[in-house]
């Protein structure tokens, strides 16, 4: 059972729109959720992440709202920029417990 | 930076054939992981370690061994290949107390003939 479903699976946006990735989850005991970037032959990469006692956090052009009650999440890229181009991970785990879970991903190209 | 390295950064196996993946951490962290990712399949655990000379299984362990005999080092062992395990395999590791980031390596990718 996927734990962690993403969706688009891919996206294409012109530079300077908002990217909207999105993410939901299954357990409702997950109560920490990184999103991980990853460029072409590398690693993934913490981007930004949130707890569940929040329903907002924002750095920079990243943004993550999330809703507890509907056990869903989204990242929003604004202004995004030709090297936001990647695969972004949402990744769920509860707190004390080591495991994460990750969704399958969703590829963000930006067009100039 | 926290460093994880990874090698070899691509390898050929043949099928039946043992490969052995190797880790190294220079973050003094004590979990290490490793990670299979597949296309459309994202990253699903194989394999972790939360203390040296002891390792836990996954989501997705069968096929695979691992061994952690220091803190640093973390393998991930194929005794017999299967054309099934080509896919790229990541490494990380994150720290005891502060587990809210994993530092991931640049991966190795494994093609099985």
């Known amino acids: 059972q996927q734990q962690v479903r993403q969706s688009p699976q891919s996206l294409t946006v012109w530079e300077g729109e908002t990217a909207i990735l999105n993410c939901s989850y299954e357990n409702s005991a997950f109560d920490y959720f990184p999103w991980y970037q990853q460029f072409p032959g590398e690693g993934p990469a913490l981007l930004i992440a949130?707890?569940?006692?929040?329903d907002k956090k924002e750095d920079g052009r990243f943004t993550i709202f999330f809703n507890k009650r509907e056990k869903k999440l989204s990242l929003h890229i604004t202004d995004s920029q030709p090297g936001d181009s990647a695969t972004y991970f949402c990744a769920a785990s509860n707190t004390g417990y080591q495991n994460f879970y990750f969704g399958k991903g969703t590829s963000l190209t930006v067009i100039p | 930076e926290a460093a994880v390295t990874q090698s070899p950064r691509s390898k050929v196996a043949v099928t039946g054939g043992k490969v052995t993946l190797s880790c190294h951490q220079t973050n003094n962290h004590d979990y290490m992981y490793w990670y299979r990712q597949d296309t459309g399949h994202g990253l699903r655990l194989i394999h972790y370690s939360y203390v040296a000379d002891s390792t836990e299984k996954g989501d997705i362990p069968d096929g695979y061994k691992a061994s952690r005999p220091s803190q640093e080092n973390f393998s991930l062992i194929l005794e017999l290949a299967s054309l099934s395990q080509t896919a790229v395999y990541f490494c990380a590791s994150s720290d005891r107390f502060s587990n809210e980031r994993l530092f991931f390596g640049h991966g190795t990718k494994l093609s099985v003939l």
């Open positions: 949130i707890r569940s006692v929040s």
